[in-house]
């Protein structure tokens, strides 16, 4: 692996993510907040000063080596997390919160150290939203329409962030794939935003929740989340934004251009929308039995908190901390579940559940019948014995690091309970942002330590690129082929 190959592409994508700290600058000077203004203008300086030199440490590679192309992955994610996390620092924010935030936001987690929301203006939450809409369908992707400026093609690098599940497949033609996600995404996000504007939110408060709703990450400029709006036609309408979230993007493209007939024949999306409407209507009959809530609002609520646990957005229209045991293991089931392949939300998707299911089903059967040749089929073909031995790997490293690092947070953080380190672990490393306890949808992880916050935001960022895209890198074979510069010809 030639570093100075990665280390100049990550610094050209570092060098174009820099100018996205000029809208909040703009909105704090527009604001007349100069102290936050500075903080941007550092930022941008910063991050700008940092991806010129990376950029300038060796040639544009004619190729890149699959080693390479998930180097750039993982370590452009750390990068542009840490100098996401730079108006936070400047802010006031202790380095290992401020880490946290910008990779909660990168990653389209959700989750907060913050905790008097009133103490910052609103270029900071603007800022937050921002990193989760450059986040959602992944900042690599993003500069995969940018990639050709720099003189490589971008096909290594968005393979290596796409994962392994057979339904996430885009495009031969990698670039105009990427352009059609994104008019896609934007498109989507600006319809949002009318019809929040619409439902009474301010032209702030609409944008911000346009921008992290898309891209199913949760951050709100409000304390309480959607709570605070009380507003029941804006629910309903997020709950149909954060269910599309939650879906494949390339599906819905396909679905807007040749007919929504294609949503009705994708196995992962019907298994998605089934379970979310068995989970809501579970949570609807519980909350009415046990919390006293009428029909209607019962209904508003589970169905709002299911999908947005569900989707990984993570939003909250009420604390349900409070709801009885019974209806916080229907909210557990919801954030198992997940979103689908090829969408903006986390954890394992929707499809490889489906397809490990189907994989035990076929060993069980074998014990039955060890003479029979028994295929795993999905959409009618025969899943590859490669991809599904993968995707039974990343099931089993998502249950790994999930149990591992709950048990670890039980064990540095005295004050916290094992079920609230067990839920902060699932909700990092799902990508899904508020757990139970003092970490649920109207607390923040700010009681954390330093050591437990890095963990979290490492498991963010682990969960984000799906596990194996990191663990790849520490293979000895990675190690044994590293080199600064490429060897000069004859060497």
């Not at 941007?40 to 990376?54: D, N, Q």
């Not at 490589?152 to 990698?174: D, N, V």
């Not at 911000?208 to 951050?219: E, I, P």
Request: net charge positive.
């Amino acid at each position: 692996m030639r570093l100075t190959a990665v280390l100049r592409v990550s610094g050209s994508l570092l060098r174009w993510y820099s100018l996205a700290f000029l809208g909040p600058l703009a909105l704090a000077l527009a604001q007349g907040d100069v102290g936050l203004a500075q903080s941007f203008a550092l930022a941008l300086a910063a991050t700008a000063l940092t991806g010129a030199l990376l950029a300038r440490t060796g040639a544009v590679p004619a190729h890149l080596w699959r080693a390479e192309a998930l180097a750039i992955v993982a370590g452009t994610w750390l990068l542009v997390a840490l100098f996401s996390a730079l108006p936070y620092a400047l802010e006031g924010l202790r380095p290992a919160d401020a880490f946290f935030e910008g990779m909660s936001g990168l990653t389209t987690t959700g989750a907060t150290v913050l905790t008097d929301f009133g103490a910052h203006g609103d270029a900071l939450f603007l800022w937050r939203a921002m990193t989760q809409w450059f986040g959602g369908l992944g900042v690599i992707a993003l500069f995969i329409v940018v990639l050709p400026q720099l003189g490589i093609a971008g096909r290594q690098i968005f393979f290596a962030e796409a994962s392994t599940a057979p339904a996430e497949g885009i495009s031969p033609k990698i670039r105009d794939a990427a352009w059609r996600l994104w008019v896609l995404y934007g498109g989507l996000t600006a319809l949002l935003g009318t019809l929040l504007l619409a439902c009474g939110l301010g032209p702030f408060d609409a944008l911000v929740h346009a921008l992290t709703t898309l891209s199913a990450g949760g951050f709100s400029p409000r304390a309480r989340s959607i709570e605070e709006f009380a507003n029941p036609g804006a629910e309903w309408v997020l709950v149909v934004f954060m269910l599309l979230a939650g879906t494949s993007y390339t599906l819905q493209w396909r679905a807007l251009t040749r007919g929504p007939r294609h949503l009705l024949r994708d196995g992962e999306f019907l298994t998605y929308l089934g379970g979310l409407v068995l989970l809501t209507l579970g949570l609807w009959a519980v909350l009415m039995a046990r919390e006293g809530l009428a029909g209607g609002e019962a209904l508003r609520a589970g169905a709002f908190q299911v999908v947005s646990l569900a989707s990984s957005t993570g939003y909250a229209s009420t604390d349900f901390n409070l709801w009885s045991d019974a209806a916080q293991a229907l909210l557990v089931a919801a954030m198992v579940l997940g979103a689908c392949a090829g969408s903006a939300g986390g954890g394992p998707k929707v499809v490889r559940t489906l397809l490990v299911f189907k994989f035990l089903r076929r060993e069980i059967r074998q014990v039955l019948h060890p003479r029979a040749v028994q295929t795993v089929r999905y959409k009618a073909a025969g899943v590859p014995p490669a991809v599904l031995r993968a995707v039974v790997t990343l099931f089993l490293l998502y249950g790994v690091l999930t149990l591992a690092v709950g048990l670890a947070l039980a064990v540095l953080e005295p004050a916290t309970s094992l079920e609230e380190a067990l839920s902060a672990s699932l909700a990092c490393v799902g990508n899904i942002g508020p757990a139970f306890g003092r970490a649920g949808p109207m607390g923040s992880y700010a009681h954390f330590s330093d050591g437990s916050t890095v963990l979290l935001s490492i498991a963010m960022w682990l969960g984000r690129l799906e596990i194996v895209t990191v663990l790849a890198l520490f293979h000895p074979h990675v190690w044994r082929r590293m080199r600064l510069a490429p060897r000069p010809p004859g060497a």
